[in-house]
Antibody, heavy 119, light 111 residues
């Protein structure tokens, strides 16, 4: 059974960089059938697509976040990561990592990690 | 890229049917059959309920069904049960630069 687990700091200061890692177990992120993605959800609000990455390292970013986002993956540790720079209070959210199928649906999700941006 | 439009809330009694709409544009919902639906209970991660407009993942009851007409997709839940009370989100592939777009979410209340 595939499992995803987010990790990273729960508190980030304004203007700093939010860095999260997703560890995948029960399957390989090197598969050509999937993308690996990040989605966030501000408290009490809806889901927002952030970005996804293919096993080759090719990335796609939400245009509204593109200038601040980078994703990477490490096949040796079966992990992929998210960096979001110049954060503000508006970036406070639960961040989910998930597997994105080739036909564009998320079939496995992590439990989510709450990241608060505050000084 | 704009969020897909969903009603903020819908409700129904046990045993009834409800339909949640999801309106996009000719650049996302209208142009691709890559619409998916997710159920989210409070404090939990979203769960895939429908993909490719009208297909079920393993384990999802067929009380949940999906459809699409033009730029609007719909999720219908028949035989409502108390445990169906949750937030529901639609999602679509938006082409161009492999974008993905979510709806704003609909809160389903089982009366």
């Amino acid at each position: 059974q595939l499992q995803l687990q987010e990790s990273g700091p729960g508190l980030v200061k304004p203007s700093e960089t939010l860095s999260l890692t997703c560890t995948v177990s029960g399957g390989s992120i090197s598969s050509s059938f999937y993308y690996w993605g990040w989605i966030r959800q501000p408290p009490g609000k809806g889901l927002e697509w952030i970005a996804h990455i293919y096993y080759s390292g090719s990335t796609d970013y939400n245009p509204s976040l593109k200038s601040r986002v980078t994703m990477s993956l490490d096949t040796s540790t079966n992990q992929f990561s998210l960096n979001l720079g110049s954060v503000t209070a508006a970036d406070t959210a639960i961040y989910y990592c998930a597997r994105l199928q080739y036909n564009w649906h998320y079939d496995y999700w992590g439990q989510g990690i709450l990241v608060t941006v505050s000084s | 890229q704009s969020a897909l439009t969903q009603p903020r809330s819908v409700s129904g009694s046990p045993g009834q049917s409800v339909t949640i709409s999801c309106t996009g544009t000719s650049s996302d919902v209208g142009d691709y059959n890559y619409v998916s639906w997710y159920q989210q209970h409070p404090g939990k991660a979203p769960k895939l309920m429908i993909f490719d407009v009208n297909k079920w993942p393993s384990g999802v009851p067929d009380r949940f069904s999906g459809s699409k007409s033009g730029n609007t997709a719909s999720l219908t839940i028949s035989g409502l049960q108390a445990e169906d009370e949750a937030d529901y989100y639609c999602c679509s592939y938006a082409g161009s630069y492999n974008d993905v777009v979510f709806g704003g979410g609909t809160k389903l209340t089982v009366l």
